[in-house]
């Protein structure tokens, strides 16, 4: 467990923050006595708004660029695969080609 103090976490909490992500947890001290703890949260307690922003901060998805007119999706057609195609060929050779 990394140890940070309250000046040293002031100054620094940007990186502390990034530690934290990436799974590690530090520990506050003010004059050399512990305070506090920062540590990852499960993402089961995060809300679903809180789940997904943490998504969107972490690059893992992009934000939605506007309301979803579910008519509209709904009346769209449904992409179909041709004929002698499966869907996980499609994706393999999508990986394959580096997409």
Do not use: F, W
Not at 42 to 52: F, R
Not at 73 to 99: C, N, T
């Amino acid at each position: 467990m990394k140890s940070a103090s309250v000046s040293e976490t002031k100054n620094g909490l940007s990186a502390l923050l990034d530690e934290v992500r990436q799974g590690e947890t530090v520990l506050i001290t003010h004059h050399g006595k512990p305070v506090a703890r920062i540590e990852p949260c499960d993402t089961a307690d995060l809300t679903s708004d809180e789940a997904a922003a943490a998504l969107v901060q972490r690059g893992v998805v992009d934000p939605p660029r506007g309301a979803l007119d579910v008519d509209r999706y709904l009346a769209a057609p449904v992409p179909r695969l041709a004929d002698g195609l499966s869907a996980s060929r499609v994706v393999a050779a999508e990986r394959d080609e580096g997409r």
